[in-house]
T-cell receptor, first 113, second 114 residues
Framework: DQQVKQNSPSLSVQEGRISILNCDYT??????FLWYKKYPAEGPTFLIS?????DKNEDGRFTVFLNKSAKHLSLHIVPSQPGDSAVYFC????????????FGEGTQLTVNP | EPEVTQTPSHQVTQMGQEVILRCVPI?????FYWYRQILGQKVEFLVS????????KSEIFDDQFSVERPDGSNFTLKIRSTKLEDSAMYFC????????????FGPGTRLTVL
């Protein structure tokens, strides 16, 4: 299942700098996108979401951008903090046909002090 | 803050045995889900449940799997005859509005089938 893909398995940034995590999708029916953060031995924790009618959603240090024509979304974290170090998953769903979330592979973000 | 809880945190079983994984969703939520993550692979959808019946299931969710809401608080996943390839983290999730709402995940149960 390659409908949602995160091509970077890992990303390392310095504290205070911007972290940019990327996600691509192939299913043009997806209309709701989410980012989750996951620490070891815990379940995914919801971060931020965006509907396909928007191209940007912001919540504090987290901003998600959606480019529907490119079928691409990104998560920006500014400024990055060491506590942001975790695996980040993007997920997508088709709101009109059910609740199934389709996940990407995840990107391990490491923020160095 | 309310959260989804799951028990046990780790379950070890022999191949062919039945296991029941338990979840307590957030109390006012109406939609319940199971996902799994095999080591090194993606988180995969298994099943969604609403109004005491399955609303959607994936191709993974075959006759070996069943779900139940036996009372007002618990939501269970049963695997009738476990296989080695069922070894995975199993995550329960819940939300209030279903497709238009964020799903909140529990901490997971690690199932190891020997």
């Amino acid at each position: 299942d390659q409908q949602v893909k995160q091509n970077s398995p890992s990303l390392s940034v310095q504290e205070g700098r911007i972290s940019i995590l990327n996600c691509d999708y192939t299913n043009s029916m997806f209309d709701y996108f989410l980012w989750y953060k996951k620490y070891p031995a815990e379940g995914p924790t919801f971060l931020i979401s965006i509907s396909s009618i928007k191209d940007k959603n912001e919540d504090g240090r987290f901003t998600v951008f959606l480019n529907k024509s490119a079928k691409h979304l990104s998560l920006h974290i500014v400024p990055s903090q060491p506590g942001d170090s975790a695996v980040y998953f993007c997920a997508a769903s088709v709101e009109t046909s059910g609740s199934r979330l389709t996940f990407g592979e995840g990107t391990q973000l490491t923020v160095n002090p | 803050e309310p959260e989804v809880t799951q028990t046990p945190s780790h379950q070890v079983t022999q191949m062919g045995q039945e296991v029941i994984l338990r979840c307590v969703p957030i109390s006012n939520h109406l939609y319940f889900y199971w996902y799994r993550q095999i080591l090194g692979q993606k988180v995969e959808f298994l099943v969604s449940f609403y109004n005491n019946e399955i609303s959607e299931k994936s191709e993974i969710f075959d006759d070996q799997f069943s779900v139940e809401r036996p009372d007002g608080s618990n939501f269970t996943l049963k695997i009738r005859s476990t296989k080695l390839e069922d070894s995975a983290m199993y995550f329960c999730a819940s939300n209030f509005l279903g497709p238009t709402d964020t799903q909140y995940f529990g901490p997971g149960t690690r199932l190891t089938v020997l």
